[in-house]
């Protein structure tokens, strides 16, 4: 017979929100049991943001060695150990891990139980040799890769972010399909690290951010000498000896390249298939939970966190999605997901980061969007760096109620954070204005960009009068 639990939460899924909600619970003193049966951490820690951040700092620290010129420092080509980078990408796991393993998580007062759990009923769900009947669930299963039903993929070896960072041969030429962050991250990384790169995508590159701003981007990607392919549908995949031949079409016709290396990094997919949960009553959106803005599902006692509501997928909207559930369960006080708040980064260099409303988003809704814009060559903490490709664009409406920014340069998904503080709060563009950036930073471009918004007065024939007359006084 199993052994019967009643905490007051049950969390389900030991990755970012999971985490989140189980330390705040149990900080509060709350009885809370978390059940995983793979890696503590998630996605993010063992196969996402930390390895592919740790990946992406050694492919810098490659191409500044390459560019060292420009500084008066004799260029040097590097001697990329490959293996020796994927044993930084894992030192880098493993100095994290111990914050998200289970010994400190049982020491903060969690019961944590090492095993997957699926539902037998509305208010159960079973893991291990546990039987578990919380007042309250949070499913925070999280994503895994979504892999296309591309012809001849499943005949062949190839990566997604699940994997490839465990491949330690240097690849001589990297297939990516998929032009997304993922995509992107990983093309660039690869080819700062010595491997020829190309990439397949079935539409727009970055295509979920300000085509302005990703054009900068992209630019820079195939000036490095990555190949993007876009508006190019892949149709086959095939392997002959050590090489691996995808096969695509675009408007230019049939075309295939040849590689050593594959990449799938299109898309993720919510990880519901292990919990049964038509047994909870929890109803599905398509392949994800559905939820309410509460983060509610179907079953009044069940909440979802994170990747697995098929919303926007990032470590920190996990963590979001937590602090609404703590608020809900623990005082009462439904808390309600604003979508428009949340920013986001693709650690691209130059990066790209996006708070709020685009241009295009904010005329869709009818606010009549101002744009301004202040370019990294403009700043002179840029040009002592060298790093002069980039654009602050910054949108408000007719008010100066900042309604969105998006940054493509060096160190946007740093400088975004003081956008999403304004679109958090309804700040004005005057209200970055009066704030004062130290100097030589380029967070100044924050401000400047705010500052062009009231550049139309010095114009105004009314506001002159009005000084000309001022003047009379002495």
Known sequence: MPETLKPDICVIGGGSGGLTVAAAAAAFGVPVVLVEGGKMGGDCLNYGCVPSKALIAAGKTASTMRHAGEFGIAPVEPDVDFPGVMAHVRSVIESIAPHDSVERFTGLGVRVIEDYGRFTGPDTLVAGDYEIKPRRFVIATGSSPFVPPIPGLDTVPFHTNETIFENTEKPEHLIVIGGG????????????????????????????????????VLERLRGEGITIHEGAKVTGVSREGDRTTVRYESDEGEAEVTGTHLLVATGRKPNVERLDLDKADVRLD????????????????????????????????????????????????PGKENRDIVPWATYTDPELAQVGLTEEEASARNLSPQVFRWSYADNDRARAERKTDGLVKLVTDGRGRILGAGIAGAGAGEM??????????????????????????????????????????????WVRRLIVFLRRFG
């Open 181 to 216: 962050p993922i995509g992107m991250e990983m093309a660039q990384a690869h080819r700062r690290l010595g491997a020829q790169v190309t990439v397949i995508e079935g539409l727009k590159a970055l295509g979920k951010d300000d085509p302005e701003l990703t054009e900068i």
């Open 286 to 333: 398509g392949r994800a939970i559905a939820v309410d803005r509460a983060l509610r599902t179907s079953n009044s006692h069940v909440y979802a966190i994170g990747d697995v509501t098929g919303g926007l997928q990032f470590t920190h909207v996990a963590s979001y999605h937590a602090a609404l559930v703590i608020q809900s369960i623990l005082f009462r006080v």
């Open 416 to 461: 975004i954070n003081i956008f999403a503080l304004a679109v958090a709060k309804k700040m004005k563009a005057s209200d970055i204005r009066a704030y004062i950036p130290p100097y030589p930073t380029m967070t100044e471009m924050a401000k400047r960009a705010a500052t062009a918004y009231s550049a139309p007065a010095t114009r105004n024939p």
